[in-house]
């Protein structure tokens, strides 16, 4: 459904970025704006900033910037319509809707939404009796099933591509993730005989599915594949069910797969969330760090699960999260701990999970056959701290506990974190001021303007800088309704232009001085060539083209008479 552009407009003149941001990021105000960490990247001193009057942010730092719709974009990972709607709900706004009942709805949420639905009612109905049978000999409870919204599909090619009917075509389930295509031409259906598991994003809309078998068969967990919806190392599953435990206990219990979830969640720790089949990734703590401070890594037991975790730690110790790291027998995962031992019994065992340098002397060390691996182990969590002195106090209490040489443990880290630190860094180029000003001031707008106000590109001496003036020009030339919220939702233009609208600009009124500056540094440009073809004329002793240009010279600067011989 296309948005209408006033009706963006209108919502976005409703809101009040401060407030909304306000909620994720504390905020203090500096002037006629707010500052604040940026919530995109790890800092020490507040380089984000929100500006009500030009409604925009931008973090000096890490280069975000754009709109509100583009905050919650980036920071909730919605769409642009979620976030349009998100606003537009908190604003009163009512969004113009069609029921989605066929193929001209160009978005993929209602049909996996229709798909989750049809999920669980062949569970509910007489053919998922023995997919209900199988999550009860699994503990699982119909509170559990219900809260993660469980399915079941039948073993059988078609099953969705039946039930479709008009609502949506096939090409719409391929693009969900729903169906495969076959060589030959035509679809079928990608789970079959599995048990549902809908992934969400964190805001509670369907964007995936996982599928258990529940016969032995293999493999034993299929997930959807990678769709404009479902980017598996972007998602943390269970974290639109978790976020109001998370914000509660203030830490996250990190578990391994779907299992593990329903099994501590239906024990009293809500606050459980996994991955969807995949080791963790930076992207995934990142979005943690916006919940909680500390994690505890709750994974299997055995060897897998312990150099898993091990990894996992440092990912999250990357990103400035306090780790502590479960520590289960041999041969249990949390979902058969908790189901044999009792939730009483893992409330106690979370609340002892040892440190990663606890949980090396209790299990990693008897796990390595060399010294020197548990050296490069902790030389590999050190490499991943960015602040000097975490990195330096972990280390230090690493070469304490197990007697290493700390000089030696500190160059292992080093040298492990070689690769990042010596990056070729480029020189950045000096930044044009009375430029930046004046396509501020364009993109900001001005009352009553007019071609007069245009200047070359060349006046412009940034290239990126140019090249977003091009940008504008081109769109102002088309017509564009609203060039700065295209802009500013423009992947490729949006940094830049926040950067722009962040800082002050000129007045409408002192817009004409701007543009002469603008145009004298043409002209100067164009004095100087002149300039150094007057000394290549003098060099060849051609006097009437010395003559010539000197004249050439004085029409550009505006003069009256001939100007002083340049020197040689």
């Known amino acids: 459904m296309t948005l209408a552009p006033d009706l963006i407009e209108r919502i976005r003149e409703a809101t009040d970025i401060a407030a909304v941001i306000g909620e994720h990021v504390n905020l203090k105000r500096s002037g006629r704006t707010f500052k604040g960490l940026c919530p995109f990247h790890k800092e020490k001193t507040p380089s984000f900033i929100v500006n009500p009057d030009r409604q925009i942010f931008k973090c000096f730092g890490c280069g975000e910037g754009g709109d509100i719709y583009r905050f919650l974009m980036d920071f909730d990972k919605l769409s642009f319509p979620e976030a349009v709607q998100s606003l537009a709900d908190r604003a009163g706004i009512i969004v113009p809707k069609s029921k989605w009942d066929g193929p001209q709805e160009e978005s993929v949420y209602p049909v996996l939404a229709w798909a989750e639905n049809h999920y669980q009612e062949l569970l509910a109905g007489p053919g998922g009796a023995g997919a209900t049978r199988y999550l009860k000999e699994r503990g699982i409870s119909d509170y559990v099933r ?301 009352e009553g303007f007019s071609e007069d106000l245009l200047v070359p590109e060349e006046a412009i001496m940034e290239s990126e800088l140019r090249h977003l003036y091009a940008t504008w020009l081109s769109l102002w030339q088309s017509g564009d309704p609203d060039p700065k919220h295209t802009l500013l939702n423009d992947d490729a233009n949006r940094s830049l232009t926040s950067a722009l609208l962040a800082g002050d600009l000129p007045e409408t009124d002192q817009m004409e001085q701007v543009t002469k500056r603008l145009r004298d540094r043409v002209v100067q440009a164009e004095g100087k060539k002149i300039q150094h073809a007057i000394r290549q004329a003098e060099t060849r002793g051609d006097d009437a083209e010395v003559i010539r240009l000197s004249r050439e010279l004085q029409s550009l600067r505006g003069g009256t008479g001939i100007p002083d011989q340049p020197q040689g």
């Open 146 to 446: 219900e809260k993660y919204g469980l399915g079941w599909v039948p073993d059988r090619w078609d099953t969705l591509l039946q039930a479709m009917g008009r609502r949506t075509t096939q090409a719409m389930l391929s693009r969900a993730g729903l169906v495969t295509k076959k060589d030959g031409g035509g679809y079928y259906d990608r789970f079959r005989g599995r048990v549902m598991i809908p992934i969400r994003s964190a805001l509670g809309k369907t964007i995936g599915f996982g599928g258990r078998t529940i016969d032995g068969g293999e493999p034993k967990y299929l997930n959807s594949p990678e769709t404009e919806t479902f980017i598996k190392g972007k998602v943390l599953y269970g974290l639109s069910e978790a976020r109001e435990a998370l914000k509660e206990h203030g830490f996250a219990i990190v578990v391994e797969g779907y299992l593990d979830v329903f099994a501590l969640v239906q024990g009293g720790f809500q606050n459980t969330i996994a991955t969807c089949g995949t080791a963790f990734t930076v992207d995934q703590a990142r979005v943690l760090k916006r919940y909680v401070d500390k994690v505890i890594i709750a994974f299997d037991g055995d060897k897998a699960g312990v150099r898993a975790a091990w990894k996992s730690a440092g990912i999250f110790l990357g990103e400035g999260l306090d780790v502590r790291i479960l520590n289960l027998p041999a041969e249990d995962d949390p979902d058969s701990y908790i189901r044999r031992e009792g939730p009483e019994a893992m409330s106690e065992k979370l609340s002892q999970s040892p440190t990663v340098v606890g949980f090396a002397r209790d299990v990693l060390l008897g796990q390595l056959e060399r010294r020197e691996d548990l050296l490069k182990a902790f030389a590999y969590l050190g490499a991943k701290i960015e602040d000097p002195i975490r990195r330096r106090v972990l280390l230090q209490e690493a070469a304490e506990s197990f007697r290493f040489n700390e000089s030696v443990l500190v160059g292992e880290s080093n040298r492990q974190r070689k690769p990042q630190a010596t990056q070729r860094k480029m020189r950045p180029e000096t930044q044009d001021r009375v430029g930046r000003l004046y396509l501020g001031r364009l993109i900001e707008g001005i």
